[in-house]
């Protein structure tokens, strides 16, 4: 058993494919039409890291209720976790990139984090290493 998908909910597919793939690095799946469950045409887009198995559904708003949820599906908190190896090189690179990071790098037991946000404004943790013990 894994889990196979999740779903963030987005304004519009195509800056949320430019961020997903281009500026994180993640890899495009799939991207091919679909229709919503009352006929309408919609895409399928699923985005993920190389190398993962677990993939994310980039999911266009459709009416009222879902663009409400754009930014809040997890009501502020921080709902997505990126474990990266390099923690200084990919923070610099986002950074770089225009990524909005609403934390400073900190180090915590489990390694070294800070906080962004994605196209969609939900925030998510840039995890790495923990630093090496000072000699």
């Known amino acids: 058993m894994h889990l196979e998908l999740i779903t963030i909910i987005v304004e519009k597919y195509d800056p949320a494919i430019e961020f997903f793939v281009e500026t994180l690095g993640f890899d495009l799946v799939e991207d091919s039409p679909s229709l919503t469950n009352d006929g309408r045409p919609k895409r399928w887009v699923v985005v ?3 190398g993962a198995t677990t993939g994310i559904l980039l999911a266009q708003a459709d009416g009222d209720r879902q663009r ?34 609403v934390t400073e790098p900190r180090t915590e037991p489990y390694g070294q984090v800070a906080v962004f946000l994605d196209i969609a404004g939900n925030r998510w943790d840039l995890l790495g290493p923990p630093e090496p013990a000072a000699a």
Do not use: C, H, M, T
């Not at 997505?80 to 990139?97: H, K, M, P, W």
């Open 48 to 50: 993920r890291p190389p």
């Open 68 to 101: 409400g949820a754009v930014g809040e599906q997890v009501a502020g908190r921080v709902g997505f976790f990126l474990r990266i190896e390099d923690f200084s090189g990919e923070y610099s690179r986002l950074v770089n990139a225009g990524v909005k990071f």
